[in-house]
């Protein structure tokens, strides 16, 4: 096995140790992406710390996957300011063959004390349900009991329903609503749900604070 690479396990398997520096952080086992009989759970990943030289093909993805895309300067002032950002790259399939590398998605997030604030999570349109979001969710769930934290937070749009119930089925449990915190179009805006999961729960259950 290459070095930093980690090849998707058939369930119930652990998954191999990480070897890309601190992220996802503890050496614990992840959830397999897929099922072990998909070509999804065959591709090699690893996380790559995102970088200023990436934020074009990271908006790119971007502009791809939402009707209101966050903007270039969201992502550089992010870098910036030092948030923990990240990109799950994929090595390509034989049917690949273009590119050796594969943006499958990223994440930004913000810590604060005994938190974590989810800030942007996106998975390539055409590597979604694919088990990749899950997968993102738990290096990050990872990374952030690396860092003490207690709380992971995140806002979803409320008209997101799949989104949604992603995170429901996570274990996330919504704590409020933010009225029209979202853009919408045609000078409209949306609500965002805030929710919240509880990290020192060893069943994963989410709950208020």
Same mark, same amino acid.
Request: zero cysteines.
């Given at each position: ?9 058939? &369930?119930?398997?652990? $998954?191999?140790?990480? @070897? ?6 503890? /050496? +614990?086992? *992840? ?52 948030? &923990?950002?990240?990109? $799950?790259?994929?090595? @390509? ?6 590119? /050796? +590398?594969? *943006? ?106």
């Amino acid at each position: 096995m290459n070095s930093g690479w980690s090849t998707l396990p058939a &369930p119930g398997d652990a $998954l191999p140790a990480w @070897a890309s520096g601190l992220w996802p952080g503890p /050496a +614990l086992p *992840l959830r397999p992406a897929a099922d072990a009989a998909t070509p999804a759970a065959q591709r090699r990943v690893t996380f790559t710390p995102m970088k200023e030289t990436d934020l074009d093909a990271v908006h790119g993805v971007e502009t791809r996957a939402y009707a209101h895309p966050w903007s270039r300067k969201h992502f550089k002032d992010s870098l910036q300011a030092g948030y &923990p950002a990240v990109m $799950l790259m994929g090595e @390509a399939l034989p049917h690949e063959r273009e590119q /050796a +590398l594969r *943006l499958l998605g990223y994440l930004v997030a913000m810590p604060g004390v005994d938190e974590v604030h989810l800030l942007n999570i996106t998975i390539a349109p055409e590597h979604q349900r694919q088990g990749w979001a899950r997968f993102m969710l738990d290096a990050l769930v990872l990374w952030s009991r690396g860092q003490n934290a207690q709380w992971l937070w995140l806002e979803v749009r409320q008209g997101n329903t799949p989104a949604r119930q992603l995170y429901e089925r996570y274990g996330f449990r919504q704590v409020g609503l933010r009225k029209a915190y979202y853009p919408n179009g045609h000078f409209q805006r949306e609500d965002a749900v805030v929710m919240s999961l509880r990290l020192d729960n060893p069943a994963g259950e989410g709950s208020t604070p």
